[in-house]
Nanobody, 121 residues
């Protein structure tokens, strides 16, 4: 089973940058040719899509709210997905998770522990 560990979150001022990492284990990203994505959940809100990449990293897409500010890329040799976040805004605050694209659904679907991003104004 795929296991995911997110890291790189922290407290940053508005306009700042962070790079998140997500390391997968238990499966080989490149061999399975799976797309991967980042999601986030703000306090009191549903988890939402942020960005996704196909298996090679050659195709990416983003939520409108982060377009032009965030970049997603992957290193299949390291089983790692990255999210580069620039020009951060307070509304980017939340717990960030990575998972497959599309993500698993249902009450028993697997999600990692996430990494907290807090953007102060």
């Amino acid at each position: 089973q795929l296991q995911l560990v997110e890291s790189g979150g922290g407290l940053v001022q508005a306009g700042g940058s962070l790079r998140l990492s997500c390391v997968g284990s238990g499966r080989d990203f490149s061999r399975l040719s799976i797309g991967m994505a980042w999601f986030r959940q703000a306090p009191g809100k549903e988890r939402e899509f942020v960005a996704a990449t196909n298996w090679s990293g050659g195709s990416t897409y983003f939520a409108d709210s982060v377009l032009g500010r965030f970049t997603i890329f992957r290193d299949n040799a390291k089983n790692t997905i990255y999210l580069q976040m620039n020009n951060l805004k307070p509304e980017d605050t939340g717990v960030y998770y990575c998972n497959t694209d599309p993500p698993p659904t249902g009450p028993r679907s697997y999600w990692g522990q996430g990494t907290q991003v807090t953007v102060s104004s």
